[in-house]
Structure formats: C-alpha cells, structure tokens
C-alpha cells in the first residue's frame, strides 16, 4: 500500500512539462505502430523535453541518449522517405540478417559496458546499471528503427519493461505510466508490423 500511496502523491506533483512529453511520446510510439511518419515529429517534441527531464532527475545516460533519439529522429525521419520505389511513400519493413543479429547484441552489450564505466567514473548516478542497460537497449531499438528494421520492437519491449519501476524509483511516477503504455504499444506494434512483413514477403 506505501508503494502505491507513494506513486499517487508522485502524480499528483507531475510537472505539465513532463505531461507534455508523456503524452507526444506515447502518440509517437503509436504512429510508429501505425507505420505512419508521424513518429518522428511527436518524437522530436517528446525527447527534447526529457533531456531536460532527465539530467534534472541525475539519469545522465538516459539524458544522454534522448539527445541521440533526437539525431536519429532526424535521421529516421528522412531515411522512411528515401525510398527508391516511386510507387511507395516509405522504405519497406525488413529484417535484420544473420550478421546484422550479431551487429545488434554486440552493440547492445558494448554501449551498456561503456555507458556503465562512464556513468561510475565521471557521474554520481545512483542507479548506474540499470540505466545503462536501458540506454544500450534503447541505442540499439532506436538505430533498427531508423532502418526499419523489425526487432526493433523487441529491444523497445525489453527496455520499457525494466524502465518502468526505474522511474518510478526517481520519481517520475507519470513517466513510468507512460512506458508501461510503451509496452503494450511495442507489443502491438511488434505484432503489426510481423503481419505486414510477412505479407510483403509472399
């Protein structure tokens, strides 16, 4: 009951800011679902606040990384128009290859190491492992959504679930809601876009 009691208080002290940012985040993640460009404008508007957010609240590697969701944003936006099919207005959904698995986890594994050795040398982080295993998660689901990758949904459903008592722990209770709505919405997501991949290739 003190766990729940003390999440009720934290909500009713979210910040408009943060609202602003939950809400055009989950809109982003739901575009993204939908396969629709949107994701990356309602994206953009969510991760800048939470860069604010983030280095405010000391998760300097999850600071860190929504600077990088901003870049890849932007390059996310222009690499879904770059389509060479003049009849499509977005490149197609696809998969990672047996090497391009390899590629991932690697990247995974050595942005977490990094981000951790990083945070206890030069940061007074308090939560130093978890948030650099998120942020690996988060670095890698977000370059496979730039390429349209499908497993991205995987990194992403990984990440938001171990996110989720993360914020709660530093006191972002309507943050924490907002990537338990992630998780569904990953799932779903994860989901659709199998059945459109699925039928692109037969």
Request: net charge neutral.
């Amino acid at each position: 009951m003190e766990i729940w009691s003390s999440f009720y208080e934290q909500l009713l002290e979210t910040t408009w800011l943060e609202f602003i940012a939950v809400i055009c985040g989950i809109l982003s993640v739901w575009f993204s679902k939908q396969e629709s460009i949107l994701v990356y404008p309602f994206g953009i508007v969510s991760v800048v606040i939470f860069v604010y957010l983030t280095y405010e609240y000391g998760l300097y590697a999850e600071t860190g990384i929504n600077v990088y969701y901003f870049l890849m944003s932007v390059y996310g936006w222009w690499n879904w128009k770059n389509t060479k099919d003049i009849a499509a207005s977005q490149i197609p959904i696809t998969r990672s290859s047996k090497g391009g698995h390899i590629v991932n986890v690697s990247t995974f594994i050595f942005a977490t190491i990094f981000i951790y050795i990083m945070l206890i040398k030069f940061t007074d982080s308090t939560v130093p492992l978890i948030d650099s295993i998120t942020t690996g998660l988060a670095i890698t689901g977000m370059y496979l959504m730039a390429l349209k990758k499908i497993e991205h949904w995987l990194f992403w459903i990984a990440c938001d679930l171990i996110s989720i008592p993360l914020y709660i722990y530093k006191g972002l209770p309507f943050t924490s809601l907002q990537f338990l709505v992630f998780t569904a919405l990953a799932f779903m997501g994860w989901m659709s876009w199998k059945r459109k991949l699925i039928m692109n290739e037969s």
